[in-house]
């Protein structure tokens, strides 16, 4: 990355996630890329590479559904039929990994998984929870180099075709976890709606979509150096999808405090809740859907994951969390009833001081909401579209998504 490049980016903090690019299928699939191996060796074997922060890294993939456990003063538990283990996290290429700590997230059902085998592809995941756009330019992460690096040595690897980009960012640019962080707060008088946030995130909206701007051009132009042409891989970037349930929330207090203790994981009050549905998620994918169309590469396909999660957001009336007196249950929550988001626990809450790892994987798609991912990347894989929409539907399971385009 030169030195130009690098002031290109506008500074921007943030922590958490939301776009994505991919590529995968279609007459992209069909394309002739670079002809490796030329003496008659065998193919190339095609590859699918995810990019970007933890909402494509698949953080949050260590549970199916949440759990209320009525046992403890917090209600919303971590133990349970629900917890998949620590072991659903990988490396890059799929591999487990010895401990959780200080990790991208990386789990073995984020969303390029399902979509890469859909396709007979092989995913490789470099994205990785935190991740701004500098991660991808410039600026190592975990000790790992910055993502554009690693994807310009697949490029380079001519034992591998690589068919598909998906990518995820901005959001943490725009410091989406620190304001989800500042509004989830157990008072009922805290409304993040009237409180400035609003007027923050306008103000930084030229400087990230400038930046996401850059990382996509930046990405194309490492696949242009290594004889990858526009079009000849599908590029999708995806905005990211609403957590919240405003109408059809399970509960509507006057008391934030009484109404978290009757649906655990969403310690906001009422008015921030419809904020962050009506404002918030609004505001980023349209930010997204421009950073994309502003791009030089014109074939570069917008995602739009919005309402992907209808009905199956955070205490929304369709979904259930299965009640756990004691860990001996044997019931286990269902795709199709379940909510697809991983809640809060106010045990991680105190001054917004959190436990590292849940901090991490709080309000991130769990396995359910993951698999929905999967069923929207594979649909728009599918058709050459430049936009592409996505939306699930109460009491139906992440295959029931509709994909509809333009």
């Given at each position: 990355m030169s030195r130009t490049n690098r002031l290109a980016l506008v500074a921007a903090g943030g922590a958490l996630a939301v776009t994505a690019g991919v590529v995968g299928t279609t007459s992209a699939q069909a394309a002739t890329v670079p002809a490796a191996n030329a003496q008659g060796s065998a193919a190339p074997t095609p590859v699918a590479v995810s990019m970007g922060?933890?909402?494509?890294?698949?953080?949050?993939?260590?549970?199916?559904?949440?759990?209320?456990?009525?046992l403890r003063s917090d209600g919303e538990s971590d133990e349970g039929p629900h917890n998949r283990g620590w072991g659903v996290y990988r490396d890059q290429t799929g591999k487990p990994i010895s401990g959780e700590r200080e990790r991208c997230h990386r789990s073995d059902s984020a969303e390029i998984n399902g979509a890469a085998r859909a396709f007979g592809q092989v995913p490789i995941n470099l994205a990785c929870s935190g991740s701004t756009t500098a991660d991808i330019l410039f600026q190592s992460r975990r000790t790992e180099a910055p993502q554009i690096q690693q994807l310009s040595a697949i490029a380079q690897d001519k034992t591998k075709q690589i068919k598909t980009i998906a990518v995820s960012i901005g959001g943490n640019d725009l410091g989406f976890a620190s304001i989800l962080a500042d509004c989830t707060q157990i008072t009922e008088y805290h409304d993040c709606g009237t409180d400035g946030t609003f007027a923050k995130l306008q103000a930084k909206r030229s400087a990230v979509r400038a930046n996401v701007t850059t990382t996509l051009n930046a990405i194309s132009d490492v696949m242009r150096k290594n004889g990858y042409a526009d079009g000849s891989y599908k590029f999708v970037y995806q905005s990211g999808p609403d957590l919240f349930a405003t109408s059809g929330v399970?509960?509507?207090?006057?008391?934030?405090?009484?109404?978290?203790?009757?649906?655990?994981?969403?310690?906001?009050?009422?008015?921030?809740?419809?904020?962050?549905?009506?404002?918030?998620?609004?505001?980023?994918?349209?930010?997204?859907?421009?950073?994309?169309?502003a791009s030089n590469n014109k074939s570069i396909q917008f995602l739009d994951l919005e309402n992907a999660f209808e009905g199956h957001q955070l205490s929304h009336k369709a979904t259930e969390q299965i009640t756990v007196p004691w860990f001996g249950t044997t019931k286990t929550p269902v795709a199709s009833t379940a909510e697809w988001v991983v809640p809060i626990n106010s045990n991680y809450i105190a001054g917004n001081v959190f436990d590292t790892e849940r901090q991490q994987e709080s309000y991130h798609p769990n396995k359910f909401g993951q698999d929905a991912l999967t069923t929207c990347l594979v649909g728009a894989l599918r058709t050459d579209a430049t936009t592409v929409?996505?939306?699930?539907?109460?009491?139906?399971?992440?295959?029931?998504?509709?994909?509809?385009?333009?």
């Open positions: 922060d933890s909402f494509i890294s698949g953080e949050g993939g260590r549970f199916a559904g949440s759990v209320y456990n009525n399970r509960y509507r207090s006057s008391s934030i405090f009484s109404g978290y203790k009757e649906s655990p994981g969403v310690p906001m009050s009422d008015a921030t809740v419809d904020f962050a549905h009506n404002a918030i998620v609004p505001f980023i994918g349209s930010l997204m859907k421009e950073a994309a169309g929409k996505c939306a699930g539907h109460p009491g139906q399971p992440p295959s029931a998504e509709t994909i509809t385009v333009g």
